[in-house]
Structure formats: C-alpha cells, structure tokens
C-alpha cells in the first residue's frame, strides 16, 4: 500500500463546476497535510494546508481533513482552464526531522471551457 | 528575485558519467531539501539538511552524494549515472519552524536529467 494515495486521473471538469479531488494516507501519525499544484514542466507550488479536521477554505479552494477516516480533499469552485493541473497531496508527522514531505503521485485535472 | 534556484536546468549525459547540480535559496531558510521526480510524476524525498547538517537521507544509493557548504546552499553530485537516474531533481528549502501550520516548503524549478 503507497504512504499516499490519489487517482491519477485525469479529471475531466467543465468549465465553472466544482473539481473535486481525494487523497489517503496510512500513516495514522500524520499531522499537517498540504496541497501542492503543479503545471507541466513547472515546479510544485503551494496551494493550501490543512491540519485540523474539518474544511479550510482559501479563495476558490477548500480544503477537508477527516484525520479518522485518514482522508483529506480538496474542491476547486469555480473551475477555470488555468486550473488545469497536476495536484500533489503530501502528508507530513510534526516532529519528523526536516519536515520529510510524503507525496501522492498526483492528481491531472482537465478544466474544458 | 528567483527564491530557490538550481543549475543547470537541463542536462543531457551518458551513462558512466559523473555529474553535479547546484542549488541556492535566498530565501534566509535553515533547511534544504532534494526531492527526485520519475516519469511516473512521484515525487521522492531524497535528502534534507538543516544548518548544514544532513537529517535526511532516504535510501538512496551512494552513488547520489549531497554536500551543503553553508545553509544557504546545496548541491548534488552523481557518480557513475545509470539510466534509471534520468528524472527530475527538485531542490527546495523551508524554515523548520515544527508548528502544526506546517513548514511550507519552497522548491526550485527542476533540474532534467536525461541520461542516454
């Protein structure tokens, strides 16, 4: 079982309608969790984190944790073409040395005008 | 102002090769990172350094040699390249503040290795 896990995808959303992306993760002792986006040929950049259970929202994006359920999500509102992307969920422990990010292997979404 | 840079931003080698990417953050962060990425797009972390000490090192085969002259630098040398090595390489950095806010970790814009 992979440390982190999303469905690759792609994710084919219209224009304007709410993407919805989910990621799970098996360590129980996780504590932050974060969303990165990365265009094609580009670096990942951070979208949002999130480390208590329930939803966080940022602009357009929401993100939700059920540390239970060892789930985590996130929705884009809104969804514009610019949108189209890979997005990376990582997880990480607090006290892990260094900050040891643990990445899924991405979602690509598809945003059609 | 590029806040994580890495050199070169491609490279294109042969196998046996040994070769060096160069990283540098003025960003003030203690702690730098290098994250391998394969073609299957997983991002892996490979090494991280704090204040120049190394914290981090994932099994990597000793081929992949960090060195972190102060912390506000840090490169990567590879002995003998195999052609599985052909990746990219993201350095990053962030400052390890240990706070359930997270340590937003800032990476360069890649390195592509193609080794043939």
């Known amino acids: 079982q992979k440390e982190v896990e999303q469905n690759s995808g792609p994710l084919s959303v219209p224009e304007g309608a709410i993407a919805s992306l989910n990621c799970t993760y098996s360590d129980r002792g996780s504590q932050s969790f974060f969303w990165y986006r990365q265009y094609s040929g580009k670096s990942p950049e951070l979208i949002m984190f999130?480390?208590?259970?329930g939803d966080k929202e940022d602009g357009r994006f929401t993100a939700q944790l059920n540390k239970a359920s060892q789930y985590v999500s996130l929705l884009i509102r809104d969804s514009q073409p610019s949108d189209s992307a890979t997005y990376l969920c990582a997880v990480t422990r607090l006290k892990a040395a260094g900050n040891k990010l643990t990445f899924g292997g991405g979602t690509r979404v598809l945003v059609k005008p | 102002d590029t806040a994580v840079s890495q050199t070169p931003k491609y490279l294109v080698t042969q196998m046996g090769n040994d070769k060096s990417i160069k990283c540098e953050q003025n960003l003030g962060h203690d702690t730098m990172y290098w994250y391998k990425q394969d073609s299957k797009k997983f991002l892996k972390i490979m090494f991280s350094y704090n204040n120049k000490e190394l914290i981090i090192n994932e099994t990597v085969p000793n081929r992949f040699s960090p060195k972190s002259p102060d912390k506000a630098h840090l490169n990567l040398h590879i002995n003998s390249l195999e052609l599985g090595d052909s990746a990219v390489y993201f350095c990053a950095s962030s400052q390890d503040r240990r706070q359930l806010s997270g340590n937003t970790i800032y990476f360069g814009e890649g390195s592509w290795l193609t080794v043939v």
């Open positions: 999130i480390y208590s259970n």
